[in-house]
């Protein structure tokens, strides 16, 4: 089992910068990928980005490729999101998770989540 619980979130203006957090407790999270998912109020829950086990290898869904960097810490079990030009449209619920094995990009797939965490970006 996995604990996860997300910090970091807040209200910016547009261009600005957040470092979200996750916090992971429980057995083994070095072994699990950990991925942010975000949600925006009527929208599906998107791919943002993911960190595989050892941390070198990293993916990024295409609204926020070249804006964010995804690392993690396995000493302090820990991963971030840096997200940096904020836009209006990043405005969401930003969920950490995590998974042993499986398709990184798809939500379905993970079966540990946080309780999420808001990022709201004003023009």
């Known amino acids: 089992q996995v604990q996860l619980a997300e910090s970091g979130g807040g209200s910016v203006q547009a261009g600005g910068s957040l470092r979200l957090s996750c916090a992971a407790t429980?057995?083994?999270?070095?072994?699990?990928?950990a991925g942010w998912f975000r949600q925006a109020p009527g929208k599906e829950r998107e791919f943002v980005a993911a960190?595989?086990?050892?941390?070198?290898?990293?993916y990024y869904g295409e609204s926020v490729k070249g804006r964010s960097t995804i690392s993690r810490d396995n000493a302090k079990n820990m991963v971030y999101l840096q997200m940096d030009s904020l836009r209006p449209d990043d405005t969401a619920v930003y969920y950490c998770?995590?998974?042993?094995?499986?398709?990184?990009?798809?939500?379905?797939?993970?079966?540990?989540w946080g309780q999420g965490t808001q990022v709201t970006v004003s023009s």
């Open positions: 998770a995590a998974l042993r094995n499986g398709n990184v990009y798809s939500h379905t797939e993970y079966p540990y």
């Open positions: 960190v595989l086990q050892v941390g070198s290898i990293t």
């Open positions: 429980g057995r083994d999270f070095n072994l699990h990928a």
